[in-house]
């Protein structure tokens, strides 16, 4: 088929030609152009909010850790019979980091749903040791052991789930699970000793 192109406005056809072949391939140039820009934009606006994320989840991950050790640490050393002991300059702090590490992205949110209640529990924990050592009761060093023993998972299970490996990741929650499992049943178990309600355990 033969394309009829005549002269128009004072401009010949060639002219017309180059003029809407420019025209439209720098239309498609910059939607292209635009698209990909558009893209990596994106991918680079991804990419730096995860690594804002990791930062932010890092850190509070650090923060729970040396507080939960920390608390293990002056319950061990402070708590005497007879001396009162405020476990609360250590809850707080370790509350606002589980707080934080449960903001910091999706992911952490599956473990911060689980541990926001560990400083709760704690603080039920440590009075149950207060009593139990004020009665010099037989079963105050299991209850230190829980505390240990919950500082112990924490200090390797909570940085291990931030591993970008997805079977670390995996082995690290069903240890925090079971740890918060053992938290739960200690709290209740120690609190019914306390109140006199079962016969307690005799030191081995």
Not at 35 to 46: C, E, M, S, Y
Not at 63 to 78: F, G, P, S
Not at 79 to 108: C, E, H, N
């Amino acid at each position: 088929m033969n394309i009829v192109c005549g002269d128009a406005l004072g401009i010949s056809c060639g002219t017309w030609i180059a003029f809407w072949n420019g025209a439209v391939g720098a239309f498609v140039a910059a939607v292209i152009g635009g698209g990909v820009a558009l893209i990596v934009v994106r991918l680079t606006n991804a990419q730096q909010r995860r690594g804002v994320e990791r930062t932010v989840e890092i850190a509070a991950v650090s923060d729970i850790v040396a507080a939960i050790e920390e608390l293990e640490w002056v319950v061990y050393v402070h708590v005497q019979p007879g001396k009162p002991f405020d476990p609360r300059p250590y809850l707080v702090p370790m509350r606002a980091a589980i707080t934080r590490y449960w903001m910091s992205s999706r992911d952490a949110e599956v473990v911060g749903e689980i541990i926001l209640t560990w400083p709760i529990k704690l603080g039920r924990l440590i009075a149950s040791y207060q009593t139990a050592v004020k009665r010099e009761e037989p079963y105050a060093s299991d209850i230190l052991r829980s505390i240990s023993d919950l500082s112990t998972i924490a200090m390797i299970a909570l940085p291990k789930f931030s591993s970008t490996r997805l079977g670390h990741r995996s082995d690290a929650l069903a240890s925090i699970k079971q740890a918060h499992r053992h938290l739960v049943t200690d709290v209740e178990r120690f609190e019914i000793m306390v109140d006199g309600k079962v016969q307690t355990p005799q030191a081995k």
